[in-house]
C-alpha cells in the first residue's frame, strides 16, 4: 500500500465519522477540497467538486446545522439521519480511498465508512432523545453545538491531517463504546 493509499482511507474514516454528526458538512467540506484541488477524487466522484454541488451541498449544510438547534424538529431530522449517514458514510469513502482494487474498496466503504458513520449517529441520536426526554429539548442547543463543533474539527483534520483525524476516530469511538457500557443495563 502506498502513503497515497492510506492517507486517502484515513480521510474517508475521518470524513465518515463526522458524517455520523453532520450528514452534510463532512460532503460540503470535501466538495470543497475538491474544488479547490487539495484532494483528487476518484474519477467517477469528481463531480463533488464542481461549484453546482459545492453550492447545493453548502445550502444543505446550513439548513442542516440549524434545523439541529430547534428542539423536537432535531429528533425528526434523526430519524432520516440514521440511514442517510450510512449511505453518506459509505459514498465518502468509496470517494476518497485511491488505488485500491474496486471489492476492497467497497468493502473498506461499507463496513469502515458507513459502520463507523452509522454507529456514530447512533450514539448522537440517542443522545438528543435523552436530551429531550430529560430536559424537555432545553439542553439540545448544547448537543447541536457539541456535535456540530466535533464535526468540523474531525472534518478539518481529515482534510489536512488525515491521520490525526484516525487517532480522533479512535477516542471518538471509545468513548461511544465507554458510555455504552456504563449505562447498559447489567444481566443478572
Same mark, same amino acid.
Given at each position: 500500500?502506498?502513503?497515497?493509499?492510506?492517507?486517502?482511507?484515513?480521510?474517508?474514516?475521518?470524513?465518515?465519522?463526522?458524517?455520523?454528526?453532520?450528514?452534510?458538512?463532512?460532503?460540503?467540506?470535501?466538495?470543497?477540497?475538491?474544488?479547490?484541488?487539495?484532494?483528487?477524487?476518484?474519477?467517477?466522484?469528481?463531480?463533488?467538486?464542481?461549484?453546482?454541488?459545492?453550492?447545493?451541498?453548502?445550502?444543505?449544510?446550513?439548513?442542516?446545522?440549524? *434545523?439541529?438547534?430547534?428542539?423536537? @424538529?432535531? +429528533? /425528526?431530522?434523526?430519524?432520516?439521519?440514521?440511514? #442517510? !449517514?450510512? =449511505? %453518506? $458514510?459509505? *459514498?465518502?469513502?468509496?470517494?476518497? @480511498?485511491? +488505488? /485500491?482494487?474496486?471489492?476492497?474498496?467497497?468493502? #473498506? !466503504?461499507? =463496513? %469502515? $465508512?458507513?459502520?463507523?458513520?452509522?454507529?456514530?449517529?447512533?450514539?448522537?441520536?440517542?443522545?438528543?432523545?435523552?436530551?429531550?426526554?430529560?430536559?424537555? $429539548?432545553?439542553?439540545?442547543?448544547?448537543?447541536?453545538?457539541?456535535?456540530?463543533?466535533?464535526?468540523?474539527?474531525?472534518?478539518?483534520?481529515?482534510?489536512?491531517?488525515?491521520?490525526?483525524?484516525?487517532?480522533?476516530?479512535?477516542?471518538?469511538?471509545?468513548?461511544?463504546?465507554?458510555?455504552?457500557?456504563?449505562?447498559?443495563?447489567?444481566?443478572?
Amino acid at each position: 500500500m502506498t502513503t497515497e493509499t492510506i492517507l486517502s482511507i484515513f480521510l474517508g474514516i475521518g470524513l465518515a465519522a463526522s458524517v455520523g454528526f453532520r450528514v452534510f458538512l463532512p460532503l460540503f467540506a470535501l466538495s470543497l477540497a475538491s474544488y479547490f484541488n487539495l484532494w483528487e477524487l476518484n474519477h467517477s466522484w469528481q463531480w463533488i467538486g464542481s461549484l453546482a454541488a459545492v453550492v447545493a451541498l453548502g445550502v444543505a449544510t446550513l439548513v442542516e446545522i440549524f *434545523a439541529y438547534f430547534i428542539p423536537w @424538529v432535531d +429528533n /425528526l431530522l434523526d430519524s432520516a439521519a440514521v440511514p #442517510l !449517514a450510512a =449511505i %453518506a $458514510g459509505t *459514498a465518502v469513502m468509496v470517494s476518497t @480511498v485511491a +488505488n /485500491l482494487d474496486p471489492v476492497v474498496t467497497w468493502s #473498506l !466503504a461499507i =463496513i %469502515a $465508512g458507513g459502520g463507523t458513520a452509522t454507529a456514530i449517529k447512533g450514539a448522537s441520536a440517542t443522545t438528543r432523545l435523552a436530551s429531550t426526554t430529560t430536559t424537555g $429539548g432545553l439542553a439540545n442547543p448544547i448537543v447541536s453545538t457539541v456535535e456540530t463543533g466535533t464535526a468540523m474539527v474531525v472534518t478539518t483534520a481529515s482534510i489536512f491531517t488525515p491521520i490525526i483525524a484516525g487517532v480522533l476516530v479512535v477516542i471518538i469511538l471509545a468513548v461511544i463504546f465507554w458510555i455504552y457500557r456504563k449505562i447498559r443495563p447489567r444481566r443478572a
